[in-house]
């Protein structure tokens, strides 16, 4: 139990639809880092957030956008979805950057 | 470009041998290290962790690594394999000088064999 909770587990969405996940982090975790991982792969990082900023950028495209909430929650966006976004997404939490992240169980992605 | 490797997408092992999974990276910082644990359809388990100090690292469920800067390594070690190990495993590194991501390797799927 790593204290990180994504939210839905499982989603299906239509190509060109727009999607919002979620994450609950740990208190008093102020990073969020989110990650994609396609079947068969290793995870591939999107992006980071640190105290509501973002701090940090794999190679995704601008459709990929996030945002970080005091509360220590955080959504991925994802517009104009695409069939290769099919995958599962992972959130992590820490408490600062550069230091160990804890993961959520993921969610789910099925563009169709 | 910094890269992890894994170079075994499979291994089997009997239960109660030993194991030992392989993690190379490419960095040209000084990097910090992670082993990582997934089980189907779930998220990623922390195994164990190297950010500086000793070289030889404890974690969790009985497991060690060994960082070997000289070979650019970070072996993943468990001296006698349970059926519930059975998962697939991830290395990934990270370094301050790259900014805040994690790159991992592409896994390595356990069997455990009883």
């Known amino acids: 139990e790593t204290g990180v909770t994504q939210s839905p587990t499982h989603l299906i969405k239509t190509r060109g639809q727009q999607v919002t996940l979620r994450c609950s982090s740990q208190s008093g975790h102020n990073t969020v880092s989110w990650y994609q991982q396609a079947l068969g792969q290793g995870p591939q990082f999107i992006f980071q957030?640190?105290?509501?900023?973002?701090?940090g950028r794999g190679n995704f495209p601008p459709r990929f956008s996030g945002l970080q909430f005091p509360n220590y929650s955080s959504e991925l966006n994802v517009n104009a979805l695409e069939l290769d976004d099919s995958a599962l997404y992972l959130c992590?939490?820490?408490?600062?950057?550069?230091?160990?992240?804890?993961f959520g169980q993921g969610t789910r992605l099925t563009v169709v | 470009a910094q890269s992890v490797t894994q170079p075994d997408i499979h291994i089997t092992v009997s239960e109660g041998a030993s194991l030992e999974l392989r993690c190379n990276y490419s960095?040209?910082?000084?990097?910090?290290l992670f082993w990582y644990v997934q089980s189907p359809g779930q998220g990623l388990q922390l195994l164990l962790k190297y950010f500086s100090g000793d070289t030889l690292v404890q974690g969790i469920k009985g497991f060690e690594a060994e960082f070997k800067r000289s070979q650019s390594s970070f072996n993943l070690r468990k001296p006698s394999v349970h059926w519930s190990d059975a998962a697939e495993y991830f290395c990934a590194v990270g370094a301050m000088e790259y900014g805040n991501k994690l790159v991992f390797g592409a896994g390595t799927i356990l069997r455990v064999k009883s």
């Open positions: 992590a939490s820490g408490r600062e950057p550069n230091t160990e992240a804890f």
């Open positions: 960095y040209g910082a000084t990097p910090y």
């Open positions: 957030y640190y105290r509501e900023e973002e701090n």
